[in-house]
């Protein structure tokens, strides 16, 4: 049983081997479905590298990890929209590897305007907000110029911290040592 999963498969390739295969394409004689066939590759893909290859040389060929910001993306789609562009030739114009962020971008953009093309947090959202943090006495200020309500305010934080470590202290003291397994 043959499977052909060309073209699903994600793999990298060399600039060297993108080289040759726009070299290939750009003699003429053959089509993009079948240069990709000649060498293993999706025929969009020909065409992806073909385009970047004319719009920024080698360079264009090259493996690239950008992150975008928002005046940079607003500036991608106005030009879009202006010159009528599809996503695959702006990408190729801005060098731009993947065109699939573009759709998304646009988007984002009509629904949420300029902030919504910010970059967002990667990862799973927390599921409970952080605690606020317990705001400490100022050491920094002398106790002469403190009031007496601030002055009490910090004694009282300082015996609750005292009282706190001396009652974590007992705990730990209380709890046997954990048994050894025998082997």
Same mark, same amino acid.
């Given at each position: 049983?043959?499977?052909?999963?060309?073209?699903?498969?994600?793999?990298?390739?060399?600039?060297?081997? +993108?080289?040759?295969?726009?070299?290939?394409?750009?003699?003429?004689?053959?089509?993009? *479905?079948?240069?990709?066939?000649?060498?293993?590759?999706?025929?969009?893909?020909?065409?992806?590298?073909?385009?970047?290859?004319?719009?920024?040389?080698?360079?264009?060929?090259?493996?690239?990890?950008?992150?975008?910001?928002?005046?940079?993306?607003?500036?991608?789609? #106005? !030009?879009?929209?202006?010159?009528?562009?599809?996503? *695959?030739?702006?990408?190729?114009?801005?060098?731009?590897?993947?065109?699939?962020?573009?759709?998304?971008?646009? *988007? !984002?953009? +009509?629904?949420?305007?300029?902030?919504?093309?910010?970059? !967002?947090?990667?990862?799973?959202?927390?599921?409970?907000?952080?605690?606020?943090?317990?705001? #400490?006495?100022?050491?920094?200020?002398?106790?002469? +110029?403190?009031?007496?309500?601030?002055?009490?305010?910090?004694?009282?934080?300082?015996?609750?911290?005292?009282?706190?470590?001396? +009652?974590?202290?007992?705990?730990?003291?209380?709890?046997?040592?954990?048994?050894?397994?025998?082997?």
């Amino acid at each position: 049983m043959d499977i052909n999963l060309r073209g699903f498969c994600m793999s990298k390739h060399s600039v060297a081997f +993108k080289l040759s295969v726009v070299a290939f394409y750009q003699k003429g004689e053959r089509s993009a *479905r079948e240069v990709g066939g000649h060498f293993g590759v999706d025929h969009a893909t020909v065409r992806k590298w073909v385009a970047s290859y004319e719009a920024h040389g080698a360079a264009g060929l090259a493996t690239k990890f950008s992150h975008y910001d928002a005046a940079f993306k607003l500036s991608v789609l #106005e !030009r879009m929209w202006e010159d009528g562009l599809s996503y *695959r030739q702006t990408a190729a114009l801005f060098n731009i590897r993947n065109r699939s962020c573009l759709p998304d971008w646009e *988007r !984002r953009y +009509k629904t949420g305007g300029i902030d919504a093309l910010s970059p !967002r947090r990667r990862g799973r959202q927390r599921s409970m907000p952080e605690p606020p943090v317990p705001k #400490e006495p100022d050491a920094s200020r002398s106790d002469d +110029k403190k009031s007496r309500e601030e002055l009490l305010a910090e004694l009282s934080y300082l015996r609750m911290e005292n009282a706190f470590l001396k +009652k974590l202290e007992a705990l730990t003291r209380e709890q046997p040592a954990p048994k050894k397994r025998k082997s």
